[in-house]
């Protein structure tokens, strides 16, 4: 049994209960990575490894919605260690690495060699995203199979993907995005769907979605996104979709995050729910980078740091239902969470289209912990 993990003097935070008002919080986790006592003070002890927290604050353990990790199968897929708990993500949702003919090996290969959590969200295409077409042919969707494989792996794929863009459906449209809709309908998931150049356009898209299915590269900067051409506001269909609760995600990636539809978005009240990066082999060296970078350019765009934190910690736990930390107690619940700081900093990145995008605050984990696990962060 690993030692037990003294959390010390924790300076803030970011929707985990606390103590009492104005208490830094201190939590002890024992040797099986259970938290085994919550105090103002708890006093350190020989036995213990000790995180001296007292320029921290904590969150629940960060999720990054968007990204692909079936390192070796997938052609633009990375190993998930680069962008896991050593930036401060304790929990990776692949979108749509695997459909139901490979998911076998994302589970036993990817899934269950990691000491921390990856989900899944089925490609309504049967092999996933080998290249640019996932759909390219009828035989490439089998929605009865694609069914048949969520119900036997209820524990790890939390929904279904669809790529809908004219770059992967070439002359096809609406009637994929119908398709991926009935799957997750008949499986009981959420759907989420690519957005990109149109068709079909973003209205179709949204037209076809319900409360809890999600929309990913909400704020891309191609033509059909999601600002009106000529008024410059958000699309009334967009508005109307978050009304009945449709659920909007960045996904940054290489080609799919205009600073400026971002920042526009934003300031008329459309705020994303999600933080995800779409972090794989073409965007993680230069444009995306990283979760944190990712939360960093939010910050830039009008959004400030307690929502930012909610929408990569509380929202997308309680989309995936798993532990967020928000009930009565801590104790007896399995640890999870990100140990980071928010620095006054000023760096310049750019979004998917080369557009500079200057931070003046940045957000640096410094540890995840995930059970008896730490790990110490390193900063991009």
Known sequence: MKKKVLIANISQTYGVNGVGAGERLSILIDGDGNIERVDAFIAPDPTYDTIDATDLAISAGWVD???????GVGNPSIDGDLIGPRTGVTVIVDAGSAGHLTYGGFEEYIVKKKDYAIFEFLN???VGVMGANDYAIDDFIEKAETVSCIEAHRSSIKGVKVRACKYVLKERGREIVEDAKDVACRAGVPLMVHIGEPGPTY????????????????FHGKPGNILDGESHRVISAAVEAKERGVLFDVGHGAASFNYHVCQQSIRQGFLPDFIGTDLHRSSIKEKVISLPVTMSKMLACGLDPEYVVDCVSRRPRQMLQIEDFQGDTLVGK????TLFSLSSESKEYIDSEGNPIRTTQQFYPYFTIVGPNVTACQHA
Do not use: Q
């Open 334 to 337: 399995r640890a999870d969470f």
């Open 124 to 126: 309504l295409g049967s």
């Open 203 to 218: 209205a179709e898209v949204l037209a076809c979605l319900d409360s809890g299915d999600i929309v990913t590269h909400c």
């Open 65 to 71: 919605v968007h990204a692909h990790v079936y390192k």
